[in-house]
């Protein structure tokens, strides 16, 4: 498994853009499928994207695709996610995580997902 952490997170006025990065330790980051979920106040932990190990193949959430983009740097060992045009909605905690097994695919469901950052927090005034 992988230890995560995020950044990037702050406040922004909405159809602002941030940058969240998130740092893996670990020699086998490369191995692992990697995602972006998001929980807001009251709501349940929600998909945001994922990248396959190699990055060749993403997935979104309907609610950012064409505003957010994940990408990784497996030398750095280093996922982000580019979230632009951001809406007052797209308030959350925001967690990195890795799928809970190597080589697995990217999954929309929190439990397929094994090891998670602590979250950084992503408000959007309106």
């Known amino acids: 498994q992988v230890q995560l952490v995020e950044s990037g997170g702050g406040l922004v006025q909405a159809g602002g853009s941030l940058r969240l990065s998130c740092a893996a330790s670990?020699?086998?980051?490369?191995?692992?499928?990697m995602g972006w979920f998001r929980q807001a106040p009251g709501k349940e932990r929600e998909f945001v994207a994922g990248?396959?190990?190699?990055?060749?193949?993403?997935r979104y959430d309907d609610s950012v695709k064409g505003r957010f983009t994940i990408s990784r740097d497996n030398a750095k060992k280093t996922v982000y996610l580019q979230m632009s045009s951001l809406k007052p909605e797209d308030t959350a905690v925001y967690y990195c995580?890795?799928?809970?097994?190597?080589?697995?695919?990217?999954?929309?469901?929190?439990?397929?997902?094994?090891?998670w950052g602590q979250g950084t927090q992503v408000t959007v005034s309106a």
């Open positions: 990248i396959s190990r190699t990055g060749g193949s993403t």
């Open positions: 995580t890795s799928v809970n097994r190597q080589y697995g695919a990217i999954s929309l469901t929190p439990a397929d997902y094994g090891s």
């Open positions: 670990g020699r086998t980051f490369s191995s692992y499928t």
